[in-house]
Structures are given as C-alpha cells and as structure tokens.
Nanobody, 116 residues
Framework: QVQLVESGGGLVQPGGSLRLSCAAS????????ISWVRQAPGKGLEWVSC????????NWAAYLEGRFTNSRDNSNNTVYLQMNNLRPEDKAVYYC?????????WGQGTQVTVSS
C-alpha cells in the first residue's frame, strides 16, 4: 500500500521556523522525485519546491526568496522541508507528492499556520 505521510505542521509566529517531514512507504521511494505543494485557504494549489530522486537537484518557487530548504534521506524514505522566516502568507496545507514518469502519489497534507 502506497503511503505518503506529512507531519510537522502547526502554529508558529511570524519569523519562526518549522520543519515538515514526508515519510513514504509502499513504493521505491529513492527513484521518485518529491515535490511540495501548498494550498492556502480559498486558493488553488501552489507549487513550492521539488527535489530529485537522488537529492542532488532542488528547484524552488521564486516567491520563497530562499527562506525554505529541503533535503531527503533515502535510507529512511523521508523528505524534509525546512521553512524559515515564516510569513502569514505561508499559511496553507502543505502536501508532498512523489513523481516518476507520469505516475504520482500524494500525501494527506499538514496544516501550517503563521500568526501572532
């Protein structure tokens, strides 16, 4: 059974940090690129970042201005999204998505709220 489980979301003050995790099982994790996608309240899906299967290549949405970084541990089938200097506009449900040759799997999402 394929599973992607995000965790690490929560409430944080502006300027704070959170680290999200995406734990995978049921497929060959190390051969899939992983994207992070978010959905703010009342808005559509917004692409955040992508990390290659090996972890050597990452791409980021320009609006992040370098505040987020990601990494992966293929030995533990987990990808991490480190979010720093969070802003109220970062409030969203964050999803991880595994992608390979047109096949994709989604997690259930984790809520991030940035508020004072």
């Amino acid at each position: 059974q394929v599973q992607l489980v995000e965790s690490g979301g929560g409430l944080v003050q502006p300027g704070g940090s959170l680290r999200l995790s995406c734990a995978a099982s049921g497929f060959t994790f190390s051969s899939y690129a992983i994207s992070w996608v978010r959905q703010a309240p009342g808005k559509g899906l917004e692409w955040v970042s992508c990390i290659s299967a090996s972890g050597r290549i990452t791409n980021w949405a320009a609006y992040l201005e370098g505040r987020f970084t990601n990494s992966r541990d293929n030995s533990n089938n987990t990808v991490y999204l480190q979010m720093n200097n969070l802003r109220p506009e970062d409030k969203a449900v964050y999803y991880c998505k595994a992608i390979k040759l047109g096949r994709s799997y989604w997690g259930q999402g984790t809520q991030v709220t940035v508020s004072s």
